[in-house]
């Protein structure tokens, strides 16, 4: 017994020991790995940092002659990425209230002064959304050892928004103008000292319809000095529904659908441009080739387009801001002169991210959208597509012609209108309109094939009474819808898919007869 | 009935009344349109002072300060919330530039303005000097960049066209220039002395100086030079060494070339084979040392800084030590003495020598051996494992001297 008790002990002991030693040899070897992860050394010299670029405002040099030395090429590269990344940082530092990334791009004595506005603006609960849209710089020195540089940067546009315990206080858009003295250290351009020299209350470049294609005369849309009247469809190729770009792109398709669309007596068509697909920022240039393909497609056959942007975007935060204004630049400036365009379409169904997105966020980034393109394009109308009659009011002031879409009961539909048109003085045109023959599995009691021959018969009817600009969803029925439209749920999903005019057989459905007045 | 008729009339009134003066009541009490106006007059502010701003409301009503400065953006709040005076806090007016304010009540601008923040010169001066390159080359033609930038003690850049005074000394040069700040900065290259040396600078704003900076100047490129040899004797023993030297070399100002400078020494042989060597200046001369041949020779050394300078060029001829030596075929020819070798005094060659034996058979060469001398002699041994029974030539080279034996028998 005694002996027995001895052995349990014994191994008790050993076992213990070995687990003690265990534990001790796992630590120390926790403790050696964690010292060796973090930096490499050769990220001291800031060589091999991949930074995307986040922030793209518009930025011109206008000039770097300056008495230190002639600059080099890519030193002006440095210079000009390293300031934008400064305001960045300065921008995101104040919309959080942390100083994260400071120290890279203002000096030791310089960033004192952010994190003292920054403990300042914490205690006192106010954020500052900032974001700067133009930069026109020039080079005031250059140092000849190559460490030193003085930039001036002129008419910087910097748009606010103010809020102090989540309550917006302001809005506003600034210019003035600046001069920076940056020095080159560890690789970086760091901002030494920053001058706002002046307040430049000019007024900022807006350019007004000049002989436009299209016009806005009277509450009336002329194209070419011709009043035009909007007969048109929402169009997605049957195949690639929500995904008409990028590799399933296929001209002689589309060029087959315009002609039906064409034949059909309509005279203009609704387009997408997904914001993603296209390259964000940096607009992929397929994707415009693509895009002018349709276009010129769409001119061949004398029909006219409304391009939607921003399809599938749903940010609006300031600090993005400038992404946006870029694709929109490359897009809008690249097809300013094409005669197939009516309208650029802003962003279809805005006012759907008003819960989610906050409507003030939403609103603004509209609104300084619009002046941006209008910054590009004089020739071309401007739109939003609202989803519902209610909000086409916000921004009427700001757009060409206001467009709306009508998915409810029609018999509702011109009173509702009537009153839209008493509020509104500027063309309105019935942007979506549509009834899903969706009788089947998933929904019953849906409407048949002829029922939306008939709801389009009765609508068609009223578009011509009152002289409206419409342009009906869809051409096609789809086989298949993405998740990203309406969501997973196969209900949904079945409605969406038989909008159609033409069915997913290609036969086309009673509603055809009505597909114009 | 009267009575009751009285009553309705009374009533009646009573309520146009009622009605008429709430009518009127809601039409007055409508909101005014709130109105304010700035009160102070102080629009110039210097670094630090502080900045109070008061304002005039025609309604009391709470408003807020917003501030759009050099550095950022903040929303303020008044000193006392009753009131409608606003100091603007410390940091920020403490720095230069332009401050945008707008009086704010109820996300309506009030009023706008802008007050300036100019640099306080009365503070201490502070000079902050970046200067580079921190090495230039002697002779006029490079240069360094002196900048500085003066600020007050609350870090702002001083206003263009400041008196920033710059001072550099060199040898017995003691210069001053007097420059006018733009753009933050104050500047000036320094152009080299022809005499390299050492370049010590400051500079100075009001009664506040700088620390000393100083820039090395380096000698410029070397001009063309000349080499001499040191040899011991003229014979081509393959023991001795002789050493190749420079001139002291100078750049085109007489400026001794920086320690360090490479000079390679080339000699071609008289077989046009090229030997090199090379040695570093030190006080602008460089030593390189090479063994002698050890057969007759004449080489033509040239030096180079390359790139840069070169020398004259200088031929040495080297003398053969001997003229034959012995040799001893011993044990069926299977052993072979060569030597004793002796050197141009008769003198037992120091040890090391080479001697080369080439072994032929049917005019074909079938083995080389090579041995180095000992006590002025080399032994070579034949096996016969190695070499079968035969006839063979045999050639024996050493310091320039080539001997044959033909048809050797191995037994």
Known sequence: MIHKNRTIYRSLIIGSFIGVLMILIFGISQILSYLNTGADRSTMLHQSLQKEKVYFPKLVWKDTLNPGRPIEKQTLLDIEQDYLNAWYIRNVAYQTNTIDGVEDYYTKNARQHIYNLVAYNRDRDIEIHSTTLDHSISLDFYSADGQLAVISDNQVQEYQRVYQKQQLQLEEKLQSNYQMLLLLEDGFWRIRHMVKKSVDDRKLINRTQENGFANIIDGKIYLNDKQYKIKGINYYPQETPWNMFGDHFDSKVIAKDFDIIKKAGLNTIRIFVPYKIFGKGKVRPEMLDQFGQVLDSAASKNLQVIVTLFDFYGDYSVLDWTLTHRHAEQIVSSFKDHKAILAWDIKNEPNLDFASRKKENVVAWLSEMIDQIRQYDSNHLITIGWSDMTSATILQNKVDMVSFHYYKNIDDFETNYQQLVSKIDKPLVLQEFGLSSSRGLWSPFGASEKTQAHYYEQFQKINQQNDIHYLSWTLYDFKEVPSSVVGKLPWRKHKQKHFGFIDSNGKKKPAFEFIRE | ?411
């Open chain 2, 1 to 411: 009935m009267r009575l009751f008729r009285k009553n309705i009339i009374f009533l009646g009134s009573v309520i146009f009344i009622c009605a008429t003066s709430i009518a009127f009541t809601t039409f007055y009490t409508k909101p005014k349109e709130v109105s304010a106006k700035l009160v102070s007059t102080q629009k110039v502010f210097e670094a630090g002072e502080t900045i109070s701003l008061d304002f005039e409301l025609n309604t009391p009503v709470k408003t807020t300060l917003f501030l759009h400065a050099s550095f950022g953006s903040a929303n303020i709040d008044p000193v006392e919330p009753t009131t409608t005076r606003f100091v603007i806090p410390s940091f920020i007016a403490r720095k230069k530039g332009k401050i945008s304010y707008k009086l704010i009540y109820e996300s309506e601008v009030l009023v706008k303005g802008v007050v300036d923040v100019i640099a306080n010169t009365r503070t201490e001066v502070s000079l902050e000097s970046y200067i580079g390159p921190p090495s230039i080359v002697a002779g006029g033609k490079d240069y360094t960049m002196h900048v500085v930038i003066p600020t007050d003690a609350y870090d702002n850049p001083f206003p263009d066209s400041t008196v920033v005074a710059i001072k550099h000394q060199f040898m017995k040069v003691e210069n001053e220039n007097t420059l006018y700040s733009k753009d933050m900065i104050a500047w000036k290259n320094i152009f080299s002395y022809k005499q390299s040396g050492r370049l010590l600078l400051f500079s100075k704003v009001g009664e506040t100086a700088s620390k000393e900076f100083s820039v090395e100047m380096y000698s410029a490129l070397p001009e063309d030079f000349v080499i001499s040899s040191d040899r011991k004797h003229v014979y081509a023993d393959g023991n001795q060494i002789t050493e190749l030297s420079t001139s002291i070399i100078k750049d085109m100002y007489g400026n001794v070339v920086s320690d360090g400078t490479l000079v390679q020494f080339v000699i071609k042989d008289a077989s046009g084979a090229i030997l090199q060597t090379q040695g570093s200046t030190l006080y602008g001369k460089a030593v390189a040392r090479v063994l002698h041949p050890d057969h007759k020779d004449t080489w033509q050394i040239k030096a180079y800084v390359y790139g840069m300078a070169e020398s004259n060029e200088l031929t040495l001829s080297y003398q053969p030590i001997i003229d034959d030596f012995e040799v001893k075929f011993a044990k069926e020819n299977r052993e072979i003495v060569v030597g004793p070798l002796v050197s141009f005094m008769q003198q037992l060659i120091p040890d090391g020598a080479t001697v080369k034996l080439m072994i032929f058979k049917e005019q074909k060469k079938i083995d080389t051996k090579i041995s180095t001398s000992s006590n002025g002699k080399v032994r070579f041994l034949l096996k016969d494992g190695f070499y079968e029974a035969g006839i063979y030539d045999i050639h024996i080279s050493a310091l320039g001297v080539q001997k044959k034996y033909k048809k050797v028998l191995l037994q």
